[in-house]
Structure formats: structure tokens, C-alpha cells
DNA sequence: TTGAAAGCGCTAACAA
DNA sequence: TTGTTAGCGCTTTCAA
């Protein structure tokens, strides 16, 4: 319609190939494909480029409040650099994690956001190893690999130092499962926080056994068979959901008799009631950070391994209150 | 490696195309394939076939805890049947949704799973009017769709009796926002379940801006200006969420003072406190059912229109109890 | 039952 | 600055 070679009108309608086109071509070009509502074929031009403009994208729980603000950043920051997310839910199983990735990777996807990472992640180590770039998001697994992550040391030190601002000298973690790495980091933050603020107290800690609030609610009632435990710093907020659970059972009240802090502030944190005391993540950061970050490397793949880490801050809300005399 | 035409082992690798191969032919490039990892590449099959086995999916809200498992089950349901989706959130914004469906589109998506769609939804005609398989989910617009659903109105006649029964003279309504059609069924269902159940009480209803706890909270805040009324029924257990804060800060408690239903169920919906008494929509399975739904209709575009409608119950927690005297 | 040939829509390399 | 040619990997049509 334009008169001119489709080379041209793939030219002229994609300013950063090579050959440049004159104003005038382009522009009718530009007018006819407007006319005729005429949209690039992506996948003629992926047969062409290898290229699918699409990231492969896991998660270990759509169900866990944290991820959909996570893929809210993901997917517009992934989209507006003109790529799309093809998203997988892990379902927290290990072998899940590979078929799914086999499955996007037969989608021949040109990078992966992995917010799966276990410690030790075989599937994730091939994944890296096999050059294909991707980048983690929340958990880390080996350092060869860029990650985005939150600066959770600072903001549990935030809540340790609140709490014991507030009179709390037996504080209790109850950590996360001892496979998750954002788990241990969080356990060394709070025993490095304790051993910092509460010099000589003993901290304690449980594991429960997921991050759900069933777990959260069996460690903490393990947890509060020692009664003399005034402040609780959960694994994450659904730990802490569980814990609102725990105390009701134990005839607890939450702050009058046990303060509570989450991690995460999930979209309904700050309507449970009390409202939760949280240290904030990012999450919706983080997953404009990984779109960032994964795009930029499949641009330049030998750029250096960049490590993106987020502030954090807390949230003082209503489940955390002086200590009980 | 197998020794034959590149033709060959496409159809011994599909063998539902057309033109049977030999078992042994077929064992041979099976083996080889897997020997050389090979798997076929959905770019150069795409452009070949025209079909891209990608659904595009538009929800309103991801951060509304109703839609994960939804979206767990479109998953799960297109992926099991070799599709994958391409999910975009318009965060209940119309111009974001006509946006998103562009841009899906320029994705040359096979079909297209809208749970996004208003009452009047001129984006939703015109995607239907052009022919393309599209599938409705939770929402309605129009009839000539087919649509996935939940039966509301059982559920909803089911709480209502649920109240009465208990005692509950002076029931109120909490809508959701007029432009979304399930708002429209819930009232109506509501006003005549009263009606039925309750003959000669006047139905209250209020209506919250968004499906959200903060327009929950407004409106709850608004209705109770009426002490007269013993029970609400949310429109969905967001604006139920909302409710717990209203309560609170009037002073009144729940069940004791008021009773409160939601709907949805949604994933923390039983670790509220009181945990929340709410009618069960299921998410995840009509997430599934709009996934089978759209590969029907993309296999038989001209098979008659179906609606679903799924089975609503209503779960009975600790937020529903007697009237008070 | 298998092979040969062609072409889906696009853009990279080369030529003009 | 623009045109020509070729080919990405696959499946379909036609022929053998």
C-alpha cells in the first residue's frame, strides 16, 4: 500500500534495525500500516530473530499473598519493554519446578525470573549453567546468577529493636522452612538482631514447616508452651496470620499479651485485626527490579552479574504493644 | 539421525496429523528425538499452523485474593492441555483493559479469558463481533459468550435462610460497585432471598465503590448508622474484610453485636477472626472450566454457546451467630 | 507409508 | 536509502 519493499516497511516500522529510512518513507509507511491495522506478526519475526519477547516466569505460590504484587511488577515492567510473562506456579514441589521450567523452556523463552530458588536448586543450577539468562528474584541460589532481593537484615533488625524498645526481652523466631534461603537469612538477621539489641538473651527459635498460616499456627502453639515469651517475629506474614490463630486458641490476646511482627506486609496485613506489625518488602518493586534486570541481560548477556538489593522498612501497626509487666 | 524426511518425523512426532507412519518409522525418530533432546518449536510450528496454543487472560485485579486461585486453575487447565496463558491484570480500569486486549492480541493469542468484563463492556463486544474464541469468566456481558460462573443465587438464598434461621430480622446488603454484573446478580439474589425468607422485612442495601476492604470499610461505616441491623451480608468478602475494620471502630463486635457473611471465600477468608462465615465460590475450579471451555471452542468454533454455573455452598465460621435479643 | 516441495511472515545480509 | 534474496523450523499438499 505504501509502494515500497516489505524489507522497507519492517524497516521503516522498526527505527533500531539497521539501514536507516528516510522520513518520508517511513512516514508513509507508518500512515499505511495504521490504515490497514497492520501489527508485526510475532511469530514471523521470532522465526526470523530467535527472539520471542516472552520471559518464562516461576513462582513458588500464586496462593501466598507476596507473589501477586510480584508479578504485578514483573508483568508491567516486563510489558512495557514490550515482552510478555508466561507464568508458572510451582505449587512449593521441587519436581514440579523442572517440568514446568522444561515446559517454558520448550516456549523457547528468552530469559527466566525464578522466584523458586531453593538453596540448593539442581534444575535452577542447569538452568544457569546452560548459559539461558535468567535472574532470581527473593531467594538466592549460588552467586554467579543476577538476583533482586530485599534488605531483610535491616528490617528485621528494625523489628527486633522496636520490640525491645517496647520492654520485650524474650523475643522467639519462628522461622521458615529450612529449604528456602530468604529462611536462614532471616534466622542469622534475628539471632545477629538479639544478640545486637538484647545483649545475653537467648533467642529463640522455631521452624515451621511451610509458609502458611496451618504451619504458623502449629509452630507457634509449640512455641508458646514457654509462657514467658512476650514478642513473636514471624517467618513471613502468613506465619503471622497463623499465630493470630495460635494465640486465639491459648486464650492470648495479641499486643496485650504477645506482640506480633510480620515480614511481607501482604495486601490484607494491615486489615487483620490488630493490624500487623510488619516489616515491609517491596514486592511490587522487586518485580519491576527483575523485569528490569533479566531484559538488560538478555541486551548485554557478559555484562557483570548485577545483585539488586531493596530497602525494607517497618510497619508499626496494632499487634505489637509495651511488654507486659 | 533417523534416517528419514524431515516431513516424516513431524508426523511421527504428531500423530494426529494426517498420513500414518509406520510403527517402526515412528519408534525410530522417538528415540532419536529423545536422544537429541530434541523438541519441537513452537515458533516454527506457529507460523506454519497459524495457531500460537496461547490463551490471553484479563482479570481485574490480582491483588484481589479471589483471582490466584482462579488463575491456579486456567493454569493448570490450559497448560495440561498444551496451551499456555498470557495473563494481564487491568487493575479494574476499562482504558487499561481495551490497552491490555491489544496488546494480547498483537500477541495472535488462539482465544481469550476475560473476567474483566463490565455490564456494558463496547471492548468485550467488539473482541466477540470479530469472531475470536473468548470465553467469560464470573462476569456476563451479553448471551451469545459462553461464560463460567458461580450459581450466587443458591449461595446467597443460603446465607440469607442461614441468618434468618438464627434469628436475624434486620438483614443488610453491602453491593459492589454498580458497572461489574455480579454486583447486579448478588443484589437482586439478595433482595429476593429476603423477600422469600423473610417476608415483609425490608431489604437494606448499601452499595461500596470497589470490591475492595477500604470502600468496605466506607460503606459499613455508612450502613450501621442503622443499629437496628443484626447481620450483613458482603458483597464479597473484601468488602467483608472491610467490615471487621468498620465494626471495630464502632465499638461493636462480631457476631456478638452483628453478624457477618461474605462471599468468595477467598484464601484467608477461614483465618479472619472471627474466621469468616462466607459463601464458597469455586475459584480454582471455574478457573479450570473456562480453560476447558476456551480449547473447545478453539476446537469447534461453531458448537453452541455453553454457560457454566458451578455449585456455590455456603461454609458456616465463627461470624454468623444468634441475633441478639 | 514416505518423500519432495512449498510457504507461513518476518528481517539479516548483501547488492544496488 | 532502498531492493533483492534467502531462510528461520515447521507442517501441509501433492506425488510417488
Known amino acids: 500500500m505504501a509502494g515500497v519493499h516489505p524489507a522497507t516497511a519492517s524497516r521503516a516500522l522498526n527505527p533500531r534495525l539497521p539501514g536507516r529510512i528516510s522520513a518520508e518513507t517511513t512516514q508513509r509507511v507508518v ?46 515492567g516486563l510489558r512495557s519493554r514490550g515482552f510478555e510473562a508466561l507464568i508458572a ?48 528474584v527473593n531467594r538466592l541460589a549460588g552467586t554467579e546468577t543476577p538476583s533482586v532481593r530485599s534488605d531483610d537484615v535491616r528490617g528485621i533488625g528494625d523489628a527486633v529493636r522496636h520490640l525491645r524498645e517496647r520492654g520485650h526481652t524474650r523475643i522467639a523466631h519462628i522461622a ?19 544478640s545486637r539489641e538484647a545483649a545475653g538473651a537467648d533467642p529463640v527459635v522455631v521452624r515451621a514447616e511451610q509458609f502458611t498460616a496451618a504451619a504458623g499456627e502449629a509452630a507457634c502453639r509449640h512455641l508458646l508452651r514457654d509462657r514467658t515469651i ?7 506474614d502468613m506465619i503471622a496470620v497463623g499465630c493470630y490463630a495460635a494465640l486465639d486458641r491459648l486464650g492470648l490476646r495479641c499486643p496485650r499479651d504477645v506482640s506480633l511482627v ?12 490488630p493490624a ?12 519491576a527490579e527483575a523485569a528490569r534486570l533479566i531484559v538488560e541481560r538478555i541486551a548485554e548477556p557478559d555484562a557483570p552479574v548485577r545483585d539488586v538489593v531493596l530497602p525494607t ?5 496494632g499487634s505489637t504493644a509495651a511488654a507486659r509487666a
Do not use: K
Not at 123 to 128: H, I, K, Q
Not at 230 to 236: D, M, P, S, Y
Not at 262 to 273: F, Q, S, V, Y
Not at 277 to 282: D, E, I, K, M, S
Open 31 to 76: 500512515r499505511a500500516a495504521a490504515e490497514l491495522g497492520y501489527v508485526v506478526d510475532p511469530v514471523g519475526r521470532s522465526l526470523r530473530t530467535r527472539r520471542s519477547a516472552t520471559i518464562g516466569v516461576l513462582v513458588p505460590d500464586l496462593l501466598n499473598p507476596f507473589y501477586p504484587p510480584v508479578l504485578r511488577g514483573v508483568e508491567r
Open 89 to 136: 506456579s510451582t505449587d512449593n514441589d521441587v519436581r514440579r519446578e523442572s517440568e514446568l521450567l522444561e515446559v517454558l523452556r520448550g516456549r523457547r523463552c528468552d530469559g527466566y525470573l525464578i522466584a523458586t530458588a531453593t538453596r540448593h536448586d539442581a534444575t535452577v543450577a542447569e538452568l544457569v549453567r546452560s548459559g539461558v539468562p535468567t535472574v532470581l
Open 176 to 194: 521458615g522452612p529450612a529449604e528456602i534461603s530468604v529462611s536462614a537469612t532471616r534466622e542469622e538477621a534475628f539471632r545477629a538482631a538479639v
Open 230 to 236: 512476650t514478642a513473636i517475629l514471624a517467618g513471613n
Open 262 to 273: 510480620g515480614i511481607n506486609d501482604m495486601p490484607l496485613a494491615e486489615w487483620l485485626r
Open 276 to 287: 500487623l506489625t510488619t516489616v515491609v518488602l517491596p514486592a511490587e518493586q522487586m518485580g
Open 313 to 317: 522498612r517497618l510497619v508499626v501497626r
